[in-house]
């Protein structure tokens, strides 16, 4: 199987690691070229200008969906022109009463090539599939909750 890897680098920036007192502003490198910075959230005292954890989790999530909705409407012979999602995830308790990720909401809005029909049900059903056949839909199913809308 695949191994996919990132690096993450953090450095102290405050003389002394003390609690509420340092930041956790650090970066994350994809294949060894791309830099993202990445912090807590803004409730948690994060950057509100990085990306934070939740954000990347939602972003992997609504990513993994699209890819594999572009694959099996190419195998439908769908021609999609254009697709755009708004993610969120949403933070909560847990059934253990941890603070988690409770639930990611996906809107993703599928435009096709001029001429080329789908009704609604046709539509939820080729996302429904999507979501079954996505990777990290798979790994977070039992324990957040996914809407797609």
Known sequence: MSHLAIELHW??????????????????????????????APDWGGDAANTNPEQALASALSSCHMMTFLALSAKAGWPVASYHDYAEAHLGKNAKGQMSVTRIDLNP????????????EELAQMQDRAHRYCFIANTLADSVEINIH
């Open 11 to 40: 450095q102290r920036t405050e003389n002394e690691l003390q609690t509420g007192k340092f930041s956790n502003e650090h970066t994350v490198q994809y294949n060894s070229t791309y830099d993202v910075q990445v912090d807590a």
């Open 109 to 120: 809005v599928v435009r096709f090539d001029t001429g080329f029909r789908v009704d609604a």
